[in-house]
């Protein structure tokens, strides 16, 4: 058994209140950053890597990494485009009309998404006949999104970006921000982005993945250096609060193995936090996640995906048994480099963005192809890395079964699952 980690003393203090009272709650070592990937002619070339460290905060309850990278660094230019993905696409319209009704939107509303991505999500709002703008810092994503109709302002939001924005188009009825909240280092100055977008009588609607599930299904791999920081309610909360905003509602919701979205509006005219809001906070408290207790045996835990992935994939390359990768996402990276996973063990991956076909993983130099390459190779097992999109992608790879082949899901454990959708055997025991 591991041992508990130690109080990180003469680092730069958290990044929401200052304090220098950091505990280590899980050292990953360094890799480079997840998105970006190689080109052919970068092969010989050496890669920067950065340590992957993620701490809580023990006054304000902010997990965090150190901020060695900077948005602009990563977002200029981006390999990620939300629409590759059909159910985070129908998630997106269902949270339009839910946003609809529940605020009452109509034809002289205003809405803003932050982080707007190739229009996936205001393509909805779009159809509903309701003035929009997205807000996107990658200069090709957001030709992406002009290229679809949905108008879109190039720049990374700041207080005095959204000034600018809103001088020129108006204060909004609801800003949304879907995975933005953990991408920026400047949580404050970002959150007064939000509020100065905001009509004094508005909504924000933030998604971000929920801390506590990714302790609980062990899914590390969404710890690299494009999140800065991994939220809990209570930690949110604080966050909203150093930007003028007061947190009045939260959901649950199954996307990125586990996420919540957070209700907030202008303190000044919020109410009390919702039965939700107290409900949750109450679970976080009892499972430990507002003081250390609840993360010390993370380590533990992740030690125990590693092996047991790698235990799989050295007995199939023993037994003559083909196996490669399925989806290329940023977080698969950490995963693989954490693991050590080259072309030897995963000879391959594949990946439905033309963007990233041609390239190679980061740190493992992993090559990318078409999602034809499957059937034409017919391989023994496919890592399925993109694992939280387990459904569609369980009903995506149907046709690997015609074969025998199976799918492998590397977290929250490691199960190998016939793609009719059966379990069939879990073939590596805990230790």
Same mark, same amino acid.
């Given at each position: ?20 009272? !950091? ?15 190689? $080109? ?8 920067? +890597? ?11 309850? !902010? ?10 660094? $990563? ?59 997205? %807000? ?20 990374f939001l700041n207080p005095e970006s959204a000034a600018a924005v809103r001088a020129e188009h108006g204060p909004?009825n609801l800003v949304v921000a879907n995975n933005v909240y953990a991408h920026i280092p400047d949580v404050v100055?970002?959150?007064?982005? &939000?509020?100065?977008?905001?009509? /004094? ?6 998604? %971000? ?12 791999? +969404? ?8 939220? $809990? ?19 649950? !919701?199954?996307?990125?193995g586990g996420s919540i979205r957070l209700w907030a509006r202008p303190a000044e005219i919020a109410g009390p ?25 993370? +380590? ?13 994939? !050295? ?7 083909? #196996? ?20 030897? &063990? &995963?000879?391959?991956? %594949? /990946? ?8 190679? $993983? ?21 890592? %399925? &890395?993109?694992?939280?999109? *387990?459904?569609?992608? +369980?009903?995506?790879?149907?046709? #690997? ?16 699952? /016939? ?8 073939? #590596? *025991?805990? *230790?």
């Open positions: 058994m591991a041992s508990a980690p130690d109080e990180v003393g003469l680092r730069p203090g958290c990044r929401l209140c200052g304090s220098d009272r !950091l505990y280590s709650v899980l050292d990953l070592g360094a890799s480079p950053p997840c998105e970006r990937f190689l $080109t052919s002619a970068q092969l010989d070339e050496p890669e920067q +890597t950065y340590p992957l460290h993620l701490r809580l905060c023990t006054d304000c309850l !902010l997990a965090q990494i150190p901020p060695l990278i900077s948005p602009e660094d $990563t977002f200029t230019e981006y390999a990620y485009f939300s629409s590759y993905s059909t159910s985070w696409v129908a998630h997106s319209g269902a949270f339009v009309q839910d946003a609809i009704g529940r605020l009452g939107l109509g034809g002289d509303s205003f809405v803003v998404e932050v982080a707007s991505n190739d229009g996936y999500l205001l393509q909805h709002v779009l159809a509903e006949g309701i003035r929009c703008l997205g %807000v996107e810092p990658s200069v090709n994503v957001g030709a992406a999104a002009r290229e679809r109709g949905v108008p879109t302002e190039t720049a909004a100055g970002f959150t007064r982005g &939000l509020r100065t977008l905001l009509a /004094d009588d508005g909504w924000v609607s933030i998604e %971000v993945q929920y801390l506590a599930t990714l302790l609980a299904g062990n899914q590390y791999d +969404t710890i690299y250096h494009e999140h800065f920081q991994y939220y $809990t309610v209570a930690s949110a909360q604080r966050a909203l609060a150093g930007g003028g905003l007061r947190l009045v509602d939260v959901e649950r !919701l199954t996307t990125h936090p919702s039965e939700r809001v107290i409900e949750l906070l109450a679970e976080e408290k009892a499972a430990g996640l507002h003081e250390r207790s609840g993360y010390q045996d993370f +380590t533990d835990r992740v030690g125990l995906v590693r092996r047991n992935l790698l235990r799989f994939l !050295l007995d199939a390359a023993e037994e003559g048994r083909r #196996v490669v990768g399925y989806g290329a996402p940023g977080k698969a990276n950490t995963l693989l480099n954490h693991c050590g996973i080259r072309p030897d &063990l &995963l000879p391959y991956t %594949v /990946d439905r963005n033309p963007y990233k076909h041609g390239r190679f $993983t980061p740190g493992t130099r992993i090559p990318v192809h078409p999602p034809e390459r499957i059937a034409r190779d017919r391989p023994d097992f496919v890592l %399925v &890395l993109p694992w939280n999109l *387990r459904t569609e992608l +369980t009903e995506q790879l149907r046709y #690997v079964g015609e074969w025998g082949g199976r799918l492998v899901f590397p977290i929250p454990s490691l199960e190998i699952v /016939d793609p009719v959708g059966f379990s069939v055997q879990d073939e #590596v *025991r805990s *230790r």
